[in-house]
């Protein structure tokens, strides 16, 4: 266990969030040990959305060629109402792509992971390991896994998702909280969907009361994602995987405008989930123990930034600890310019939700055409920001998302 600073680097990685970390890390000469619960690399969930700034991440940690392989140009996402069909609003991301030097793509999530697996240095990736057992120490971390192992490690990095081992070893019961709100999804093969519903760039969003519902081509254009987020008094359980009822996802979106209901009755089988997240906090993390990704800031996906925030973190962490004197010191520096723009997003996100989910569709509407709403939020100060060359400036965050 050990680099060419001599130091050993431990973490957990769930999924395409976090496989970023070990090949940023190798980019900045840093070998880490990689300790997954799960048997064999794999990912749940059926797309997920990489936008301009964070593709900058990807490319600068060397899996650029990679994921545009995989992925599929956004080209912009069109938003109707859902029970009349009215255009609302476009975004267009084929000039925010231009403007900022890099293209937005969707994936579908296992080819996301399959990109970044192939960069791995399997030999440091050790499956199978669940942790159980964190202690830290004066000079290091001692860590235990169900399967009897033990490894005591220079500093650990926790990136082990919104149900964090790491984080709960450091914080106690700081479970996420359920949202009140629950999202459904969907995969169709895009021969079946008409051309038309689609139309005009190939991602298409409509809102109603207390819900919104997206469809977006992934895989080359191969296959449609459907995902959708709607208010309930209901739990729903926690999950990408739990079986669906058709009818309950259809009977949750009623009246919808023929293109609409055209693509729900296409729909034969579906997931659901519920939605979890936690108070914005600043724990994410003190002394040798680093969080990122959903284990440092779990956030509501409307502003599809959850990966991409992962994303940033895994360059600018693998940044610090490549030019700072010690562990300590790199975590310190990465929180004090990660915190104030993440919490920045996570605020955007919950305004979007507010926003798209308004129960007042003409007021909804005169917002957007007076310039004073928008389903997406403001995203340019999101998307415009350069990861390689911000990443060790104080963030720039708009005052109204700012703490």
Known sequence: FSSRRRHTR?????????????????????EAEVFEQAPALGEIGAAVNAS?????????????DEVAAVGHRSLGIYTRNMQTGEFLEFSDRFKAAERFGAPYYTFHRADLLDALASKLD??????????????????????????????EADYVIG????????????????NPTYTGQMAWRALLDSSIVPAEIMEPKGHVQWVGPGCHFIAYYIRQGRQVNIVTQQDTD???????????????????????????????????ECKKWGLFA??????????????????AHAMLPNAGQGAC???????????????????????????RVRIPRVQGVQRLSLSNARFKHMRDASAQKDAIAAGTGSVHGTSEWVW???????WNKDPVVPSVYAA
């Open 234 to 268: 209901k739990w729903v359980e926690e999950g990408w995987s739990t079986k669906g009822d058709v009818e309950e996802m259809c009977a949750s979106f009623p009246n919808p405008e023929p293109r609409l209901a055209k693509l729900l009755s296409l729909i034969t």
């Open 122 to 151: 399997h030999k440091h990736t050790h499956l199978g390991h669940r942790l159980v057992y964190l202690e830290e120490r004066d000079n290091s971390t001692l860590l235990k896994f169900d399967n009897g192992a033990e490894v």
């Open 384 to 390: 415009g920001f350069d990861p390689v060359g911000e």
């Open 10 to 30: 431990l973490l957990t990685v769930t999924g395409v969030q976090t496989c970023a970390l070990p090949i940023s890390l190798r980019i900045f000469g840093i």
């Open 159 to 174: 990136a082990d998702g919104v149900r964090s081992e790491v984080r709960r070893a450091l914080y106690g019961a700081d």
């Open 52 to 64: 301009p700034q964070a593709v900058k991440a990807l490319r600068a940690i060397g899996v650029g």
């Open 309 to 335: 925030q992962a994303f940033e973190d895994s360059y600018i962490l693998g940044r610090w600890l490549s030019t700072a004197r010690d562990p300590v010191e790199a975590f310190e520096n990465f929180r």
């Open 278 to 295: 936690r108070p914005l906090t600043r724990n994410w993390g003190r002394g040798r123990i680093q969080l990122i990704g959903d284990a």
